[in-house]
């Protein structure tokens, strides 16, 4: 395992990114950065972290060896890792928010970025951007359902037992996915879903508000939420959000 330390980066999955389609990067070569001045967060968004207070940093994962059969296999994995290393290192009660985000109550604490390099329908590489807000205490007002390690429990975190606990428990389950154990990986993520047979209210990409239940995720790694007439519907990522 690489482990590369940086200063300052504009964001850690493009330096990674770049570096593996430079050079043959190693399986689990990490970056991490005390600063970005270019975080990148999911659906195009900014991911912003005070400097050298939080832990921010990326993953290479490669696929040659294995193949998996689905994406959202991959999603299980990264987010349960990130999830099991933050409960083992704080004992705070936490949950995922499909796809991959960690919250604890309906704060968020930690978002992934997952970016993969699919050739003939199959991944080849991923790169795996984490987002671990620790010892912040001030965010803008903007984000108001944003929150820290930190503010929950009072205390001071070192990153690098952080980096170090999550890195392990990735190698875990990463390990459970090149033996194929994917419906393990499902069953482990869906206990810990937020909200997951909950009546919780949605809106839909129209604005339009609805009561549902999560029933689980589809192959495709879609939400799939059990409307009040007891049908099924899938909603993809820019499809549906929770109210
Ligand atoms: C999200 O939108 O929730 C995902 C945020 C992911 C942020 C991390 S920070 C390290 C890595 N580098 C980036 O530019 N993004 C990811």
């Known amino acids: 395992m690489k482990i590369i330390k940086l200063n300052a980066i504009d964001s850690t999955n493009s330096f ?6 430079n050079t043959s990067a190693e399986n689990f070569t990490i970056v991490v950065a005390e600063s970005q001045t270019n975080g990148r967060g999911q659906q195009d968004c900014v991911w912003l972290s005070e400097p050298f207070k939080n832990l921010t940093f990326s993953v290479y994962l490669s696929f040659r060896k294995f193949q ?19 409960k083992e290192e704080t004992e705070l009660s936490i949950s995922i928010k499909w796809p991959n985000d960690i919250l604890s109550g309906n704060k968020k604490i930690c978002g992934i970025l997952i970016e993969n390099s699919i050739q003939k329908d199959k991944i080849k590489h991923a790169v795996v951007g984490i ?6 205490t001030e965010f ?19 990153l690098d037992v952080l980096l170090k606990t999550i890195v392990s428990k990735l190698k875990i389950r ?16 869906l206990k810990v879903l937020y909200k997951k047979n909950t009546p919780t209210m949605f809106k839909d990409r129209k604005g339009v508000l609805f009561m549902g239940l ?3 995720i589809s192959k495709e790694g879609l939400l799939q939420i059990e409307l009040e007439d007891e049908t099924i519907k899938e909603f993809g990522i820019k499809e549906v959000s929770f109210v």
């Open 16 to 21: 990674l990114k770049e570096m593996a389609t």
């Open 68 to 86: 998996i059969k689905h994406k959202k296999n991959l999603l299980f994995a990264v987010s349960l890792a990130v999830y099991e290393a933050i």
């Open 131 to 136: 987002g671990l807000n620790v010892n912040q």
């Open 140 to 158: 803008s007002k903007i984000t108001s359902n944003v929150s820290s390690l930190k503010l929950l429990t009072r205390q001071n975190y070192d």
């Open 174 to 189: 990463i390990d459970q996915l090149a033996c194929k154990e994917f419906e393990k990986l499902e069953e482990d993520y």
């Open 214 to 216: 999560i029933s689980g």
